[in-house]
Every structure is written in structure tokens, then in C-alpha cells.
């Protein structure tokens, strides 16, 4: 058993520890995400040169280029950067290893996971045991992660220790309920996990945890040359919510809707998927860090002027109009958010993803998903029928007419 005071007791040693582990993770998911998007926009394939070939690799210098145009990176140099810490994070390397430094040359170069040669460090270990027990909790149907209340606070998506447990032996994933309890201390002191208030240490019991990162967010390659302050909170619209301060408050919905493409490091017979979502001050949010105080998380400001009806939008001749989208869903999501309910509204929409590119503007209505009408549905309906889906979805909303 735990006691409250051993958190506390090592709660600045854990938290600093979690905090660089969560940095590689980070690194981790972006470097994955980009990998498939590579593969996907065929960068990466079989290449030759002195009549040798070299499979699953890239040109650095076309990827620069690759960068550039996908505005990943504002100029040469900044991409660079970006390449360079992947492969100081081992994430890529040279394809023969001669060269330390990611150049802007005709040099071949591959991600690890393409050829085999991913270094597998305990951390790594851990935090690929995370990804794959989220993804295997999203993808089958439970009851573990719901909104649930401790110590006066409300918090989303939370896992009861004990129930957790029980799961995780009936999928096989431990032996004993003890070993099953050491996975979860292991989770909790790798970032993967949290308490969530950051009181408690993992105990098999009644408290409440949360999966402290968001692994389907959709990273910007970015984010790897800029370190994140802890004084940056957590985005406000993430779906991964901490905490919200006043249950009472306004609405509250939301949804973070992205991509169903498999990732390698994932297993289960259904699609895992990665998604993008909203900040309060962008499109991406950074991952929740573990602060010497407890995340105070809500919902941002709706980007509506006004809420509308059903009936409103529906009405003969009014102020809206009817626009049909089928968005393809990349490798790293079909970017946008959804929020709201009766009915549900786009409020974020990432600029360089699938949804832009079809045409979706925030603020517009969503009527139907793939041919069924969810004008009186809220966020969680449209979710499961995104989210279960095909990759192409086919999407109706109503816009409002300018004038």
C-alpha cells in the first residue's frame, strides 16, 4: 500500500524524471507520425546508388524540400534542425552510419523502425507498453475511462486503479494482481500515466488516474526544436482533459477527430489512430505536464457567435447553406475538431490537414456523418461514428450564409 505522503516525498524526483521521459516519448510519436506519412506520400521507397539497393530510405535533400512544401518547416535550416534531432534521438540515421549530422545533400537516409534497428531501452519498452494498453482500451468496448469525481474536483476520462487491474489480467497482460500493480507504478513513473490530482503514487485501489499523454494528437515537427516551458498549460480543448475546474459551467463538449491508420508499434485487430487537437492558441496543444500544482483544464471559449437549432438550420430558405465533404483521412488524422451537442460544431480546423484542403471552415454545423443525420446527437455520438468508421468519411454541414 501507498501512503499519500510518499508522493509527496518523491513527487520533485518522480515529476522531473517523468518530464524527460515525456520529452522522448514525444519524440517518439512525432518521429512515428512522420514515418508513416513519408511512407504514405511514397518519400520513403527502395532506392540505388553504385548499384546497391537500399530499401525503405529517403533523400535528405528531398525531404528538406518535402518539409518546405508540407509547412513543416519555414526554411531550410529549421528543417534541418528537425531532422537532427530525430537522429540524435535515434529515431533515423544514416543509411550506412557515416554521417552523425543530418545533412541537406543527396545522402540516403531511413527511419530505425524501417530497417530493425530501434534501440529498445527500458523506457522505450515502457512507453511502447503505454501506447499499446491506450490504444487497446479505445479500441474495445469498456467501461474503464469515464468522468468521474474525487476530492470535490470532476475529472474526464479517469481510471479506477482497481477496475484497470481487473482489466488488465483479463486480457492476459499480467499474472498476478501484485505484478499487474508494479506495471501500473512503472506507467505512472514513465509519464504514461498520473494520478489525478499527482497525490498518489499507482495503488490497487479506488483512486482515479488519467493517461497523461494524448497519443493521438497530431504533433507539428516543430515542436522538436522548441522545448516546451512547464508555465505552458496543457490546451485547454484537449480531449485528454485533466481537470475540469467548474462542473457546473457552461457546455463542456468536445472532440478531437482524427485519423484510423494503423501504427506499427500498436497491436488489436481494429485501427488505432492518431488525432489532431486544438489549442487555445493553435491547433496543437502540447502534452500535459505534471506541475507542482494540479492541471486546471476546461474547455476554450466556443468559436460560435450564437448557438443555433436544429430547426434553425433546417429551416426553407434561410441563412444556410448545405456542403457535402468527403475528407481521406491521412496518417496522422483527418484534422479538425468537433464540439458541442443538438448540434455539434466544427471549432478547430488544422490548416494543413485533409479537412482544410476539402474545404471545412470552423463554425460551420455538422448534419450528417457517412449518410446519418446527427443534428440532435452530441460530441460523443459523432465520435463513435468517426472514430469506427471508414478513413474516407463523408460529411453534410451548414454553413451561414453571409450577407
Known sequence: ????????????????????LERLAEVLVTGEQLRLRLHEGKVIKDRRHHLRTYPNCFVAKELIDWLIEHKEATDR?????????LLDQSIIHHVCDEHREFRDMKLFYRFRKDDG????????????RGQRL??????????????????????????????????????GEMATREETEQLGRRLLEHGIIQHVTNKHHFVDGPLLYQFRMNFRRRRRLIELIHERSCS??????????????????????????SPTKE???VIGARRSSMSSSCGSSGYYSSSPTLSSSPPVLCNPKSVLKRQV?????????????KKTFTIVGDAVGWGFVVRGNNPCHIQAVDPGGPAAAAGMKVCQFVVS???????????????????????????????????
Open 1 to 20: 500500500m501507498v501512503l499519500e505522503g510518499e508522493m509527496d516525498g518523491i513527487g520533485n524526483t518522480m515529476q522531473k524524471k517523468a518530464a524527460e
Open 77 to 85: 535550416e529549421t528543417a534541418i534542425k528537425i531532422m537532427q534531432k
Open 117 to 128: 534497428t530501434f534501440p529498445l531501452d527500458s523506457e522505450a519498452k515502457v512507453f511502447m
Open 134 to 171: 491506450y490504444e487497446k482500451l479505445m479500441n474495445t468496448e469498456n467501461n474503464l475511462l469515464q468522468t468521474r469525481e474525487e476530492e470535490g474536483g470532476t475529472f474526464e476520462r479517469t481510471l479506477v486503479a482497481s477496475e484497470f487491474i481487473d482489466w488488465l489480467l483479463q486480457e
Open 232 to 257: 505552458i498549460p496543457e490546451s485547454h480543448d484537449s480531449p485528454f482533459c485533466l481537470r475540469k475546474q467548474n462542473s457546473d459551467g457552461g457546455n463542456t463538449s468536445f472532440l478531437s477527430v
Open 263 to 265: 501504427i506499427k508499434v
Open 309 to 321: 437549432s436544429p430547426a434553425e438550420l433546417q429551416t426553407p430558405g434561410g441563412s444556410f447553406l
Open 369 to 403: 456523418v457517412n449518410g446519418r443525420n446527427v443534428l440532435s446527437q452530441d460530441y460523443r455520438a459523432v465520435s463513435n461514428l468517426i472514430l469506427t468508421g471508414p478513413r474516407t468519411i463523408v460529411m453534410e454541414v451548414m454553413e451561414e450564409i453571409k450577407g
